[in-house]
């Protein structure tokens, strides 16, 4: 991880938390995500983002915006899917590291640390909800998951995609960079990322997580 700011990368953590209909958990996410970030010591900033959310979502990011300067806010009137508003978060982020993290509070905040601390050893790092044992969800979901993952693994051999689709990730800003342009809107953009960085050789790596199924 970088200690010094490149030519665009303006702090050293960008926090990216996409959102729909969140307005139950949106707050407990955000500020568990400050504390943890204030914490850890380095210069950070949180990108809020939803699209089409019927709730009391907008409103919630806004007042954070507001209150707190290091939040910027991006909202889109009709639903876009996950994928298109994590592609705008990207362009905006300023960060030398970049955190996924979804806003549901089914991946715990306080692993961003663990996450950061090992991109000191690899490239991008995964919150794997498989390396800590079978995790609470849905049967078919579960089942459905790991399948899609062994499918990926067999299908572009890459070996290291245990749990492609966890909400809790973090990049370095040059995997970002390049691995533009990306196409997806949907879900699936994690599983783009992901397969055209270790096209370019980039390393993945993991660190166990408890999730919590909402």
């Not at 960008?14 to 955000?30: D, G, H, Q, R, T």
């Not at 397969?195 to 370019?200: E, G, I, Q, S």
């Amino acid at each position: 991880m970088a200690d010094k700011h490149s030519s665009r990368g303006l702090v050293d953590v960008s926090v990216i938390m996409p959102a729909y209909n969140e307005e139950k958990y949106l707050e407990e996410c955000f500020f568990r995500v400050v504390k943890v970030l204030k914490d850890y010591g380095r210069s950070f900033e949180v990108i809020l983002e939803e699209d089409g959310s019927t709730d009391r979502t907008p409103q919630i990011m806004d007042r954070l915006a507001r209150d707190y300067p290091m939040v910027r806010v991006l909202h889109f009137p009709k639903r876009m899917g996950k994928g298109f508003g994590i592609k705008k978060c990207l362009k905006i982020s300023r960060g030398e590291s970049i955190i996924l993290i979804d806003s549901d509070m089914e991946y715990p905040p306080e692993k961003i640390v663990d996450l950061l601390d090992k991109l000191n050893e690899v490239d991008i790092v995964i919150g794997g909800r498989t390396c800590a044992g079978r995790y609470e969800t849905k049967f078919l979901r579960y089942f459905a998951s790991r399948i899609y993952a062994f499918l990926l693994r067999v299908l572009f051999g890459v070996k290291e995609l245990h749990d492609p689709q966890s909400g809790l990730k973090a990049y370095r800003r040059e995997v970002i960079e390049n691995v533009l342009p990306l196409s997806s809107n949907g879900f699936e953009i994690d599983t783009e990322i992901l397969l055209k960085a270790t096209r370019k050789g980039y390393r993945i790596g993991y660190i166990p997580i408890k999730y919590s199924y909402k």
